[in-house]
């Protein structure tokens, strides 16, 4: 189950949904390009990407504390 989209340039290049956006014993509806899916955890893993991205351009540190960008702590 899931939707790919990958774009190229600013352009969408390839589109496809594959599976249901709800599966039930009564309601089995597909997915479609407008489906929303709750994402859970995976957010955690988009974001260490990132970070290391930013790590990898020198735009952040690796030893840096985390609460630093934070005026609370």
């Known amino acids: 189950m899931g939707s790919l989209t990958l774009s190229q340039h600013g352009g969408i290049v390839y589109s496809h949904v594959n599976g249901f956006r709800q599966v039930s014993k009564?309601?089995?509806?597909?997915?479609?390009l407008t489906t929303a899916y709750r994402i859970g955890s995976i957010s955690k893993i988009f974001t260490s990407v990132m970070i290391f991205q930013l790590i990898e351009q020198?735009?952040?540190?690796?030893k840096i504390r985390s609460a630093a960008g934070s005026p609370k702590y």
């Open 58 to 62: 020198s735009a952040c540190a690796w």
């Open 26 to 32: 009564t309601d089995s509806r597909p997915a479609t």
